[in-house]
């Protein structure tokens, strides 16, 4: 009964090829999240979604490109994979509503290494 | 933006003992939240805590928003409670939330 789920779990390609992650909520929720987890362990965002509308690009390069078919899954295709590429990458999702605050629930994160 | 800051950044204890995360953030706050990220990678949500105290077992959070800051306790650790704890805040607008994140304090409990 897993409430955020990321496909694959481990991903080893080479630098230039195309890469896709999924992840899927079941929460219910209309707002989902991509975070990047460096080497380092800091966390940042990268991207929000509400409703399949996209809210939240925090200059990211445009390597990456998320899409959002519907309200609960978020994919993220990158490009032209670079070794810079590599990190672990965390799908969230929350519920937001402007009378009640929210928590995020995060997926398993995908490790992403380019060699 | 947002600053968060977290203290220690390590800290090994013996089983059983007690301790305490601390984290600041420089702006008020609609959101506080405090994870685990265990040895495997997961990150597994601890509080949801914008102000206020709550508690969960061995585990207690204290938020003083109007002072910036939010505590984390864990007494009686176990070498379970080893891996890294993170403090994220929000305090964007409505429609443009997203977690900032601090560096995290690196636990690591010792048999």
């Known amino acids: 009964d897993t409430a955020v789920s990321q496909t694959p779990k481990y991903l080893v390609t080479q630098m230039g090829n195309d890469k896709s992650i999924k992840c899927e909520q079941n929460?219910?929720?209309?707002?989902m999240y991509w975070y990047k987890q460096d080497s380092k362990k800091f966390l940042k965002i990268m991207f929000s979604?509400?409703?399949?509308?996209?809210?939240i690009n925090e200059t990211v390069p445009n390597r990456f490109s998320p899409k959002s078919p519907d309200k609960a899954h978020l994919n993220l295709h990158i490009n032209s994979l670079e070794l810079g590429d590599s990190a672990v990458y965390f799908c969230?999702?929350?519920?937001?509503?402007?009378?009640?605050?929210?928590?995020?629930?995060f997926g398993p994160g995908t490790r992403l290494t380019v060699t | 933006g947002i600053q968060v800051e977290q203290s220690p950044p390590d800290l090994i204890l013996q089983e059983g003992a007690n301790s305490t995360l601390r984290c600041n953030f420089s702006?008020?706050?609609?959101?506080l939240q405090w994870f685990h990220q265990n040895p495997w990678g997961q990150l597994i949500n601890l509080f949801y805590?914008?102000?206020g105290t709550k508690q969960n077992g061995r585990l207690s959070a204290t938020t003083v928003a109007t002072e910036r800051y939010s505590l984390l306790y864990i007494s009686s650790s176990q070498t379970t409670d080893s891996g890294v704890y993170f403090c994220?805040?929000?305090?964007?607008?409505?429609?443009?939330?997203?977690?900032?994140f601090g560096t995290g304090t690196r636990l690591t409990i010792i048999p």
């Open positions: 929460l219910g929720h209309d707002t």
């Open positions: 969230a999702s929350s519920q937001v509503t402007r009378e009640s605050s929210y928590e995020q629930y």
């Open positions: 994220a805040v929000d305090s964007s607008n409505f429609g443009n939330e997203k977690l900032t």
């Open positions: 805590i914008p102000s």
């Open positions: 702006d008020s706050v609609n959101n």
């Open positions: 979604y509400n409703n399949k509308e996209l809210i």
